[in-house]
T-cell receptor, first 115, second 112 residues
Framework: DTGVSQDPRHKITKRGQNVTFRCDPI?????LYWYRQTLGQGPEFLTY????????KSRLLSDRFSAERPKGSFSTLEIQRTEQGDSAMYLC?????????????FGEGSRLTVL | RKEVEQDPGPFNVPEGATVAFNCTYS??????FFWYRQDCRKEPKLLMS???SGNEDGRFTAQLNRASQYISLLIRDSKLSDSATYLC?????????????FGQGTILTVHP
């Protein structure tokens, strides 16, 4: 399978705990995106990387959220001191930057439930 | 004001109907425009890009009006399999070149 993979697919945690999600993009893709989606809404932009550089981070993202892509390959998204409002589907996507065709290839997402 | 706004619907249409979705965006510097489709409990997938001259892909026609900051998608001869959420997506300009912003989506249900 050469698509975008995310792990874990489901995570249930208690309020106040830290959680980390991992994304493995399509191997030749240099851009990697994180989005958050709640029921009835479109994906909300969180951040994106070009290679290992984090080029933009949403102003809506609190300091509890941090993302890394240390070697320009896989990425992690960590949420510290989770709150119930963090419950959502966290989607990772990757793309090629050349040509900027806009085709993002999404993973199946990591669903977070904060109790 | 949201960066990308869509009528959430839902739209319920019979097979064979023509349906149109509208979208507006706030950033006049936006450079790229797309429609994505998302099936229930699935990830979004690119449906088509939108060009200034308008473009067509089979039963789907997309239009862009930069002056009005308005994007549309027309689906002709609707099929049951067209039932999904349609997401309007805008690519940023300037320093936000790589950022893609999604609208909230428009739900379409095609019934027999």
């Amino acid at each position: 399978d050469t698509g975008v993979s995310q792990d874990p697919r489901h995570k249930i945690t208690k309020r106040g705990q830290n959680v980390t999600f991992r994304c493995d993009p399509i191997s030749e893709h240099n851009r990697l995106y994180w989005y958050r989606q709640t029921l009835g809404q479109g994906p909300e932009f969180l951040t994106y990387f070009q290679n290992e550089a984090q080029l933009e981070k949403s102003r809506l993202l609190s300091d509890r959220f941090s993302a890394e892509r240390p070697k320009g390959s896989f990425s992690t998204l960590e949420i510290q001191r989770t709150e119930q409002g963090d419950s959502a589907m966290y989607l990772c996507a990757s793309s090629l930057s050349a040509g900027n065709t806009g085709e993002l290839f999404f993973g199946e997402g990591s669903r977070l439930t904060v109790l | 004001r949201k960066e990308v706004e869509q009528d959430p619907g839902p739209f319920n249409v019979p097979e064979g109907a023509t349906v149109a979705f509208n979208c507006t965006y706030s950033n006049s510097a936006s450079q790229s425009f797309f429609w994505y489709r998302q099936d229930c409990r699935k990830e979004p997938k690119l449906l088509m890009s939108v060009y200034s001259s308008g473009n067509e892909d089979g039963r789907f026609t997309a239009q862009l009006n930069r002056a009005s900051q308005y994007i549309s998608l027309l689906i002709r001869d609707s099929k049951l399999s067209d039932s999904a959420t349609y997401l309007c997506v805008v690519g940023g300009g300037g320093t936000s070149y790589g950022k893609l912003t999604f609208g909230q989506g428009t739900i379409l249900t095609v019934h027999p």
